[in-house]
């Protein structure tokens, strides 16, 4: 895809901190990496781009299934973010290319009771795995259903081929090889917060433990 086709660069809020400053940028608890690792329940699913779907659907006007085509005919956009693992390490200066996950909630036109975003992942073969977000926390400028990782395409271990970047919560609330979001009324918590994780994940007030 070439650069003409992407959307000017959206700079995350987060990375704007400290004005270049690295411990600035970096929250409290955190420490720095130029790797990325690779964290995930389950194991990593064979998901081809030819076989790929994402579901759109829960409460909203116009249910949507994407295939690997229409997803990649959609407007582009590139994020430059930092990201920050629960785990305690955080790596800056990450450039994403995907689609913004507001305008794919534009596209399903959600009624006036959604304010939860649940999010489905392939990684767990009873289909149990999931993470919650406030609607408008999925709906940042800055987050974005994301394909490309600093110029290459997201490998299978990072989430390929697509995955959820929401770069002002824990890496965990961007829920790897996505496959639905469903649009809900109430909050309803997912795997990692049933099992001790903080509900909301933001790094900055180190929201790690809900227990």
Known sequence: MSQSCIRPLIVSPDTLRGDGDQAARTPPGQSLTSKWPVLH?????????????????????????????SFMQLPQVEVACDIHCVTRWSRLDNRF????????????????EAKYVIQHADSDPDGKWTTNLPLHAFTSEDCLLAWSHDGSPLTPDHGGPVRTIVPQRYSWKGAKWIRRIELAAEDRPGFW????????????????SGW
């Not at 781009?49 to 579901?55: A, D, Q, T, Y």
């Open 97 to 112: 290319i995907g689609v913004s996950t507001r305008a794919i909630i534009d596209l399903v036109e959600p009624s006036s």
């Open 193 to 208: 917060e049933l099992n001790g994780y903080h509900n909301e994940g933001n790094p900055w007030l180190e929201e790690r």
């Open 41 to 69: 329940f389950g194991e990593v699913p064979d998901l081809q781009k030819r076989s790929w779907k994402l579901v759109i659907d829960g409460l909203c006007k116009n249910p949507l299934v994407l295939d690997w085509d």
